[in-house]
């Protein structure tokens, strides 16, 4: 019994305390709302917000909003810079540009042809009775689409917003044509909406496509061919009035190196070509008609130059590069591409030289 009662006197000298919670860390911190809108409890220090930290009881009390530092005595206050306006040196004068060829182009007709009481002409579209066989219909939307790119990459590079670029580019290319087809309407030819509806068009493909940044895959151009026709097919009929397209073709292009790559793909060396799809014709333009004219489409397989112009790092945000990106995204450029025409006269096929022979 002793022995037990010293045992119990001498444990408090051994004992060790065993915590069931780490020491007590700092309070948590709170604020009640400081101003009328304010409508919940913010909470501040939230690391020492758990019941194991021993924070105790809730502390509340207010804290003054934090303000923000004051710049230095005289140091000059930011302000945002104001839009930049669109109208300025660049765009106006190329806008203004794209008006005036118009214009010249309505005053050419009336000089050259002599005026007419206005009138409208139903044209068609690319009928074989037509005129030109429809290549004028594609002449103008491959030239509206390459005004009106171009107006937008301008007014783009120009930092331009791009809606406004867009709508001003679309806009600007089709008042053009409407001054052409006005000059056109006080002449023999007369006011054609078919050629309008294709500056339509054209104007608004071109567009789409460098708004959605799909230059890399679609194109559209033109360029020259042969237009010749040989004595021996004209016969006693003589040449009409106005251009006859005889010596153009047209593309439309699907670039390789774009739609592999939109395809998840690797295009390699394949980036460096395109297809196209081309029309042309042939023998138009003469009264009476050849009984051989004829219309043609073709599949050619073509060089992308602007896939290397790419690959020499030719800048788009210099005149001169943008310029060369312009240019070959416009034109076909004769014997870069082989391919196979179709002909719709002699319903026949034929090789890599067709759009420079008459046949």
Same mark, same amino acid.
């Given at each position: 019994?002793?022995?037990?009662?010293?045992?119990?006197?001498?444990?408090?000298? =051994?004992?060790?305390?065993?915590?069931?919670?780490?020491?007590?860390?700092p309070?948590?911190?709170?604020?009640?709302?400081?101003?009328?809108?304010?409508?919940?409890?913010?909470?501040?220090?939230?690391?020492?917000?758990?019941?194991?930290?021993?924070?105790?009881?809730?502390?509340?009390?207010?804290?003054?909003?934090? *303000?923000?530092?004051?710049?230095? *005595?005289?140091?000059?206050?930011?302000?945002?810079?104001?839009?930049?306006?669109?109208?300025?040196?660049?765009?106006?004068?190329?806008?203004?540009?794209a008006?005036?060829?118009? !214009? #010249?182009q309505?005053?050419?007709?009336?000089?050259?042809?002599?005026?007419?009481?206005?009138?409208?002409?139903?044209?068609?579209?690319?009928?074989?009775?037509?005129?030109?066989?429809?290549a004028?219909?594609?002449?103008?939307?491959?030239v509206?689409?390459g !005004?009106?790119?171009?107006?937008?990459?301008?007014?783009?590079? &120009?930092?331009?917003?791009v809606?406004?670029?867009?709508?001003?580019?679309?806009?600007?290319?089709?008042?053009?044509?409407?001054?052409?087809?006005?000059?056109?309407?006080?002449?023999?030819?007369?006011?054609?909406?078919?050629?309008?509806?294709?500056? =339509?068009? #054209?104007?608004?493909? #071109?567009?789409?496509?460098?708004?959605?940044?799909?230059?890399?895959? +679609?194109?559209?151009?033109?360029? %020259?061919?042969?237009?010749?026709?040989?004595?021996?097919?004209?016969?006693?009929?003589?040449?009409?009035?106005?251009?006859?397209? &005889?010596?153009?073709?047209?593309?439309?292009?699907?670039?390789? #190196?774009?739609?592999?790559r939109?395809?998840?793909? &690797?295009?390699?060396?394949?980036? =460096?070509?395109l297809?196209?799809?081309?029309?042309?014709?042939?023998?138009?333009?003469?009264?009476?008609?050849?009984p051989?004219?004829?219309?043609?489409?073709?599949? *050619?397989?073509?060089?992308?130059?602007?896939?290397?112009?790419?690959?020499?790092?030719?800048?788009?945000?210099?005149?001169?590069?943008?310029g060369?990106? *312009?240019? =070959?995204?416009?034109?076909? +450029? %004769?014997?870069?591409?082989?391919?196979?025409?179709? &002909?719709?006269?002699?319903?026949?096929?034929?090789?890599?030289?067709?759009?420079?022979?008459?046949?």
């Amino acid at each position: 019994m002793l022995a037990v009662v010293g045992l119990a006197k001498a444990l408090p000298a =051994f004992a060790v305390e065993l915590p069931l919670f780490p020491e007590p860390g700092p309070r948590p911190r709170y604020t009640v709302p400081a101003a009328a809108d304010e409508d919940a409890l913010r909470l501040i220090d939230l690391e020492h917000s758990y019941p194991w930290s021993g924070g105790g009881s809730l502390e509340l009390g207010l804290v003054a909003p934090q *303000e923000a530092p004051k710049p230095p *005595e005289g140091a000059p206050e930011a302000v945002a810079p104001p839009p930049k306006k669109f109208w300025n040196t660049t765009t106006t004068l190329w806008t203004i540009g794209a008006l005036l060829g118009g !214009v #010249g182009q309505s005053i050419g007709a009336p000089i050259k042809y002599g005026t007419n009481s206005w009138h409208f002409t139903d044209e068609k579209y690319f009928q074989y009775d037509t005129y030109a066989g429809g290549a004028d219909k594609a002449s103008h939307f491959i030239v509206s689409s390459g !005004v009106s790119r171009l107006l937008y990459d301008i007014y783009i590079e &120009n930092g331009q917003p791009v809606d406004k670029s867009f709508w001003i580019a679309f806009a600007t290319t089709l008042t053009a044509g409407i001054f052409v087809e006005t000059g056109d309407a006080v002449t023999v030819y007369g006011f054609s909406w078919q050629d309008l509806s294709a500056d =339509f068009l #054209g104007a608004l493909s #071109g567009l789409l496509i460098h708004r959605y940044g799909l230059e890399d895959t +679609i194109g559209l151009r033109l360029g %020259p061919a042969g237009g010749d026709v040989p004595a021996s097919a004209v016969g006693s009929s003589v040449e009409s009035l106005g251009s006859s397209y &005889n010596d153009e073709i047209y593309t439309v292009d699907v670039k390789l #190196g774009g739609t592999i790559r939109r395809l998840q793909g &690797n295009p390699g060396f394949a980036r =460096f070509f395109l297809v196209s799809m081309a029309y042309y014709t042939r023998g138009f333009g003469y009264q009476p008609p050849l009984p051989s004219r004829y219309q043609s489409l073709g599949v *050619e397989l073509g060089i992308n130059f602007p896939a290397i112009l790419d690959e020499l790092k030719v800048p788009k945000d210099k005149w001169w590069g943008l310029g060369l990106y *312009e240019f =070959f995204n416009f034109f076909r +450029i %004769p014997y870069t591409q082989i391919g196979a025409y179709y &002909n719709f006269k002699s319903k026949k096929w034929y090789g890599p030289s067709a759009p420079y022979h008459f046949y």
